[in-house]
């Protein structure tokens, strides 16, 4: 049981720590959802560069990622994620405290201050899809509700990049 959590721990450190194709696709209910390779604009909120990264053989965890810019007055809250692909998808950050990294959840969610941008990338805050029922491949997209205090939800497909892909390949990192 100790080395299947270890071995848990490593792989979500190692898919977080260390992007292809953008494509429209379709949800459950047949409606069609965004794909991440143009902005996406949800009330004063504009969402670029979402990906997610490719899984090793077994691995029961995985990172999401988006640039996420309120162009709005008034700050915002990425209070949840959502997704089909099995287990519990949360909002977390990974930081060094005493020269240790550390990752948590953000139960309260994760603050979009008002004109300013926010990236949940490697390394940093993230969408963290724990327990999935099967590793996300290369190539694939991740379908993803994020909810926001104000500006409301948004159903995303994420594109698969490489395992250990710090970005989409080709994408736009140009946050103005």
Same mark, same amino acid.
């Given at each position: 049981?100790?080395?299947?959590?270890?071995?848990?721990?490593?792989?979500?450190?190692?898919?977080?720590?260390?992007?292809?194709?953008?494509?429209?696709?379709?949800?459950?209910?047949?409606?069609?959802?965004?794909?991440?390779?143009?902005?996406?604009?949800?009330?004063?909120?504009?969402?670029?560069?979402?990906?997610?990264?490719?899984?090793?053989?077994?691995?029961?965890?995985? @990172? #999401?990622? =988006?640039? +996420?810019?309120?162009?709005?007055?008034? *700050? &915002?809250?990425?209070?949840?994620? !959502?997704?089909?692909? @099995? #287990?519990? =998808?949360? +909002?977390?950050?990974?930081?060094?405290? *005493? &020269?240790?990294?550390?990752?948590? !959840?953000?139960?309260? @969610?994760?603050?979009?201050?008002?004109?300013?941008?926010?990236?949940?990338?490697?390394?940093?805050?993230?969408?963290?899809?724990?327990?999935?029922?099967?590793?996300?491949?290369?190539?694939?997209?991740?379908?993803?509700?994020?909810?926001?205090?104000?500006?409301?939800?948004?159903?995303?497909?994420?594109?698969?990049?490489?395992?250990?892909?710090?970005?989409?390949?080709?994408?736009?990192?140009?946050?103005?």
């Amino acid at each position: 049981m100790l080395n299947k959590l270890f071995a848990a721990a490593f792989a979500a450190f190692a898919l977080i720590a260390s992007p292809a194709m953008a494509q429209s696709a379709m949800s459950n209910d047949g409606m069609s959802m965004p794909a991440m390779g143009e902005p996406i604009m949800l009330g004063d909120l504009e969402l670029t560069n979402a990906f997610t990264r490719a899984m090793p053989p077994n691995a029961p965890a995985g @990172g #999401g990622f =988006v640039t +996420i810019t309120n162009h709005g007055t008034t *700050d &915002d809250r990425l209070v949840s994620a !959502s997704s089909n692909v @099995g #287990g519990v =998808v949360e +909002i977390h950050e990974m930081k060094i405290v *005493d &020269d240790v990294m550390k990752m948590q !959840s953000l139960p309260d @969610g994760l603050v979009i201050p008002a004109g300013q941008t926010v990236e949940l990338k490697p390394g940093g805050y993230h969408i963290m899809f724990i327990n999935v029922d099967k590793p996300f491949a290369e190539g694939e997209m991740v379908p993803v509700t994020l909810t926001f205090e104000n500006a409301g939800s948004v159903d995303l497909m994420l594109p698969v990049a490489p395992l250990g892909a710090m970005a989409m390949p080709g994408m736009n990192m140009n946050h103005g």
